[in-house]
């Protein structure tokens, strides 16, 4: 995977992450209480349980580097990137909330990407880095997974121009044509 997915990731996965580590928390409470019944081998209970714990740590990590690298980011860079991956909104929204144009929100999201993507690698958490620790999370992988699709759709829906369109752009053409022919004979 590129640093320029794992940078989608880190950010698509921010607002799981408390809630998947509250979960390793309730699974380990379910695992200690169980134990005294617990009739296989009291070792491998205790081996899920430090696995567990450092998949916990290892998403709490997570979370720290994405809200440290935020805090790097230009202004209007991290604005984009919590609109869109932290609060999920499209690009369209962005640009109607920010009062801006579509372009321009592609071309602050692009850079925003770049600088995280930039500011992750100077940090040390490069593409080798990111995959040793992340790659094989479920969170982070089902995560990957919605971005593409997401891009994918959008993609799809940004390069299609709907019917309507089309014959409303034909309508006034031939609506402009008309009235520079009326306006030649006025005259």
């Not at 081996?47 to 998949?55: C, G, I, S, T």
């Not at 740590?57 to 580097?65: M, S, W």
């Not at 993609?155 to 121009?161: A, D, E």
Request: net charge positive.
């Amino acid at each position: 995977m590129d640093q320029e997915t794992w940078s989608k990731s880190l950010l698509a996965t921010y607002n799981a992450l408390p809630f998947v580590v509250k979960c390793i928390d309730r699974s380990n409470m379910q695992m200690a209480l169980g134990s005294f019944s617990y009739e296989g081998n009291v070792l491998d209970l205790m081996n899920k349980m430090l696995a567990n714990n450092a998949r916990k740590e290892a998403l709490i990590n997570a979370k720290v580097i994405v809200d440290n690298t935020l805090a790097l980011l230009k202004p209007k860079h991290k604005l984009v990137l919590e609109m869109r991956y932290l609060k999920r909104k499209s690009f369209e929204q962005i640009a109607q909330d920010l009062n801006i144009c579509l372009r321009s929100v592609f071309r602050w999201h692009e850079l925003a990407l770049k600088q995280f993507s930039s500011i992750l690698i100077m940090k040390g958490y490069d593409d080798a880095w990111l995959s040793k620790y992340y790659a094989g999370d479920p969170v982070f992988v089902k995560c990957i997974r919605y971005c593409a699709d997401r891009e994918e759709r959008e993609r799809k829906s940004l390069q299609k121009p709907k019917k309507d369109e089309k014959i409303n752009i034909a309508a006034a053409m031939s609506a402009a044509a008309n009235s520079r022919q009326s306006v030649g004979t006025t005259a």
